[in-house]
């Protein structure tokens, strides 16, 4: 498999729900970021994690959490959803963390 | 605090027409400077990188070229196909990347 691929592409959600995001990268791929996108804006950089340990986090409270499986998967999770949540969430693989990430399509959340 | 500023927001111009696009940042431990297009709806194209002051890329009607202070995305003689919002982001000593706002190019025929 190349490239990133993200699903859901789109999901709607309920305030107060939770929701899980999942990435599926390419064979080597051992670091995996995540951002949220608004609107109009660049992406935020919400955690990262290198060889399934997370080793860098942004400004996201706790309850934005996140995995990243040997088969160089991963998923977000969000707690406790709130209206501001909505966005594009972008996943990015590298093979090394200062090389060029390769992005996936992103998901785009909708909390209603 | 890490900051990385894109100019100008928008820029419009006849295709053909060259232009720059600029990034200039503050970063602790610089060790690296991307350049990405995104078009609506995707996610950003890796088209970049850039490591130490003085380093210049090109591919195609782009070139990108870094100071120790801002970096620019020179497009030549651009076509309409090169309407795209471009994103730079510079990757801290700590591997995080910061990300600016994005300069949204439009290329009118």
């Known amino acids: 498999e190349t490239g990133v691929t993200q699903s859901p592409t789109h999901l709607i959600k309920t305030r107060g729900q939770q929701v899980t995001l999942r990435c599926s990268s390419q064979?080597?791929?051992?670091?995996v970021s995540w951002y949220q996108q608004a609107l109009g804006q660049g992406p935020q950089f919400i955690f990262q994690?290198?060889?399934?340990?997370?080793?860098g986090r942004g400004n996201f409270p706790p309850r934005f959490s996140g995995l990243q499986f040997p088969n160089y998967s991963s998923e977000l999770n969000v707690n406790a959803l709130e209206l501001d949540d909505s966005a594009l969430y972008l996943c990015?693989?590298?093979?090394?963390?200062?090389?060029?990430?390769?992005f996936g399509s992103g998901t785009r959340l909708t909390v209603v | 605090e890490d900051q990385v500023t894109q100019s100008p927001e928008a820029l419009r111009l006849q295709e053909g027409e060259s232009s720059s696009l600029n990034c200039s940042y503050t970063?602790?431990?610089?060790?690296?400077l991307f350049w990405y297009r995104q078009d609506p709806g995707k996610g950003p194209e890796f088209l970049f990188t850039?490591?130490?002051?003085?380093e210049e890329k090109e591919k195609e009607r782009l070139k990108a070229t870094l100071t120790k202070k801002e970096s620019f995305l020179h497009i030549t003689a651009p076509k309409p196909e090169d309407s795209a919002t471009y994103l730079c982001?510079?990757?801290?000593?700590?591997?995080?990347?910061?990300w600016g706002a994005g300069t949204k190019l439009i290329i009118k025929p």
């Open positions: 064979s080597g791929h051992n670091t």
């Open positions: 970063v602790s431990g610089l060790r690296g």
């Open positions: 990015a693989g590298g093979r090394d963390r200062n090389y060029g990430y390769t």
């Open positions: 982001a510079v990757l801290d000593s700590n591997y995080q990347l910061i």
């Open positions: 850039l490591y130490s002051a003085g």
């Open positions: 994690y290198y060889r399934e340990e997370e080793n």
